[in-house]
């Protein structure tokens, strides 16, 4: 039997971290494990996926998906469609959440959101991340110059429309960064053709 003083203590250190915490990170600041499980068969917590607990009375409103996979993958950095999704410069819909990791990093395991994991070099994965606040959560995503530089170096996975469209979009959109954007083409190895690209748009 917890008692309710354990539920008070555990409801504040959840709210403390904007009602979201996974379950290492829980049993590290103090509430046991057995208050967790017992908090979620009473329904003051939820479970979201596998190892990530959300206090029932608080919702996340600000791109739940992309607060779920940075919470339960710290390296991750959301690109490629994603990425454009976010910058609001595709019309696609992503089917699942597309992640940046290290090469070394091994793919992770979520049952939900999906996710499609690009492994890259330290240079390309390092370079053009930004951290953006989604209700208190960090979430971190690249540039939007990076993500279109990305787009055209994995142009086959995300589709030759898809980086038109992308490209369209950015230019008819002040202000444009040509210098940051040829910066990041540069590291992909792609400049030439995005020089191309830009030379059918502009």
Do not use: W
Request: positive net charge; glycine residues 4%; contains cysteine.
């Amino acid at each position: 039997m917890i008692r309710t003083s354990s539920y008070t203590q555990a409801r504040q250190i959840f709210r403390e971290y904007n009602g979201l915490l996974r379950t290492a990170q829980a049993i590290d600041l103090g509430i046991p494990s057995a208050t967790l499980y017992a908090m979620r068969d009473a329904g003051v917590i939820v479970q979201e996926s596998r190892g990530l607990y959300r206090l029932g009375d608080v919702e996340l409103a600000t791109h739940p998906d992309l607060v779920q996979v940075c919470q339960r993958v710290p390296k991750a950095v959301v690109c490629l469609i994603s990425a454009l999704d976010f910058h609001d410069l595709t019309t696609q819909i992503p089917h699942r959440i597309t992640i940046a990791l290290p090469r070394a990093a091994r793919k992770p395991k979520l049952d939900y959101p999906r996710i499609q994991v690009v492994h890259m070099a330290e240079l390309a994965y390092e370079s053009g991340i930004e951290t953006h606040d989604a209700d208190g959560f960090p979430i971190r995503v690249y540039s939007v110059e990076k993500s279109i530089a990305d787009c055209i170096k994995f142009r086959r996975m995300v589709g030759i429309d898809v980086v038109q469209e992308a490209l369209r979009l950015y230019l008819s959109r002040p202000p444009i960064h040509l210098d940051a954007l040829l910066h990041f083409a540069q590291i992909n190895r792609v400049e030439g053709l995005l020089r191309r690209y830009l030379e059918v748009l502009v």
